[in-house]
């Protein structure tokens, strides 16, 4: 059985709070026995909070990405509770970064081509080079 695992920590309304590793371990009893105790590490759990086994949800970056905006635990996964306008808004918030990619000027473009045709002579050269090895040893194993 495993020792340890990880949980996220959820408040009264199911917000994700943290994300904790719950230590497992065996508590002797005074009949002899043992029971199994669970121990959060390097966390206090509050008053309404309760740990969930599951991973912490996903949240958006910004506008066009993937995830939460406001995520809650709806007993079996999380759930998205922010509105289509109030994902819109936030999106207005968080604009997505702009990616410009600098185009290359004529003369390395010019630089980049000339290098790709030397390397394509070289592995020609080398292509052929193989290819005779091979045929002078076929010679010497066949004769």
């Avoid at 043992?34 to 590490?41: D, L």
């Avoid at 949800?57 to 990405?65: C, E, I, T, V, Y």
């Avoid at 759930?79 to 390395?108: C, F, G, L, R, Y």
Wanted: charged share 25%; net charge negative.
């Amino acid at each position: 059985m495993k020792s340890e695992r990880y949980c996220s920590v959820i408040d009264a309304e199911g917000k994700h709070v943290t994300y904790v590793l719950v230590k497992i371990r065996d508590k002797p009893l005074e009949d002899g026995g043992t029971e199994q105790v669970e121990e959060v590490q390097n966390y206090t759990l509050k008053d309404g909070e309760q740990l969930v086994d599951a991973q912490p949800p996903l949240m958006r970056q910004h506008a066009g990405s993937t995830g939460f905006v406001s995520p809650i635990w709806d007993g079996s996964q999380w759930a998205e509770t922010a509105t289509a306008d109030e994902i819109a808004a936030w999106e207005q918030e968080h604009p997505a970064p702009e990616v410009k990619p600098s185009p290359k000027s004529n003369a390395e473009l010019e630089a980049e081509n000339a290098t790709l045709r030397q390397q394509v002579s070289a592995l020609a050269d080398q292509q052929s080079f193989y290819e005779d090895c091979i045929a002078e040893m076929a010679e010497i194993v066949y004769a």
